[in-house]
């Protein structure tokens, strides 16, 4: 069941929203080679729980810490280790998410680290405006599925292929509420979007095949060719008007042109 949220509840999720949206910010400056992926757990964690607020994946179904970090051909859910350490070249996705009084915001972006190459920035680019795509139909009165395809036609005409069977989904008092939202598929299905649906939408990649393959972890996703995968997500609200994309700072829309 799809549920909306009022005034008051989305005003809650936009501050924890603020917070997640912050910490994305500032780590395109603290992603570098030399650090590891525990680092950038660690770092997440300490200012997630500075503002008063609780890392939402920490335990969730078990999952062992506050932040997803996943390396190269990694789509999702990649563990922090300690001795996994960030090379030039490499890619990674962050996906972070932040709980404040009982609403959750979700979000996640790809990062070079150091100089990467023309390829990796051109797919975590095309992953990026493959966002912007759909959240031109997180209006009132828009089907569901006319995000998925917008999304589809955005990555596959760059050459890429889009991941099946992962997807967005609607967020809010828990991590994962419905209506779940793939990230491919024909326009006009679905249900209709109404005002005060709250989405977290997330386009994931992969440079070659959209096919995957789970890890022994039984957490961590890789694209089936080892081929690089790039991941970006935020929590969309929808209104009366203009979406309300509230994990993403303006400062980073600028940084982007």
Sequence with gaps: MITLKSAGEIKTMKKAAGVTAKILYDL??????GISTKDIDDYVEG??????MTPSFKGYNGFPASTCVSVNEEIVHGIPDKNRILKEGDIVSIDIGT????????????YGVGR?????ARLIRT?????????????????LSDISHAIQEKAESEGF????????HGVGKVMHEDPQIPNYGAAGKGPKLVAGMTLAIEPMINFGTYKVVYMKDHWTITSADKSLSAHYENTVVITKGEPEIITLLEEELSFYG
């Design 28 to 33: 395109y400056d603290h992603v570098e080679p």
């Design 47 to 52: 200012l997630i729980l500075k503002e008063g």
């Design 99 to 110: 709980t404040y009084n009982g609403f959750v915001s979700d979000a996640a972006r790809t």
């Design 116 to 120: 990467i190459s023309d390829d990796a």
């Design 127 to 143: 992953c990026r405006d493959s966002f912007f795509e759909g959240s031109k139909y997180c209006r009132e009165g828009c089907s």
């Design 161 to 168: 292929g889009v991941v099946r069977d992962l997807v967005g």
